[in-house]
């Protein structure tokens, strides 16, 4: 919100409307980038009180495995490849383009892979049923910008 500028997704500030309107009504901030100047400028812009908690922890979680690989030849087959080391397990693929999550969903549908393209260009209903069913394990993989699996 400050080294931005105040141009920058000006409707955040009017954010703190809600606490000087509603003192009661329960706030949470989330980043992952903030510095310690810029989480005090947030407090001040969001109108949070001093009793209010500031939570700082890591990125990583033990339940999480988080990985980038370069792409050799066949993207699609590498991901395919992949996928078939971490059988029963769940997951995000991200993808450049709602394009290419559209085509990569495909492609694993085509080998029999449970996966959904999931990205802002799908209408709301659409993106909460693939959320819903990822959520409840009837999807194995997911995509949008993202690629979503469940194992086989």
Request: hydrophobic share 35%; with cysteine.
């Amino acid at each position: 919100m400050s080294e931005w500028g105040h141009e920058f997704r000006a409707d955040y500030r009017e954010l703190g409307l809600l606490k000087t309107n509603f003192p009661d009504i329960t706030v949470a901030a989330f980043t992952a980038t903030a510095t310690h100047q810029v989480e005090k400028d947030i407090v001040v812009q969001l109108n949070f009180k001093q009793k209010d908690s500031i939570i700082r922890g890591t990125v990583f979680r033990d339940n999480l495995y988080i990985s980038a690989v370069a792409r050799q030849g066949n993207g699609n087959q590498q991901i395919l490849d992949f996928l078939e080391k971490h059988l029963n397990e769940q997951g995000i693929i991200y993808a450049q383009s709602r394009a290419k999550t559209e085509s990569l969903a495909k492609f694993l549908q085509e080998k029999g892979l449970s996966a959904q393209a999931y990205h802002a260009g799908l209408d709301t209903q659409k993106r909460k049923d693939i959320f819903s069913d990822f959520i409840h394990e009837k999807n194995r993989y997911y995509g949008g910008y993202y690629c979503l699996w469940h194992g086989y």
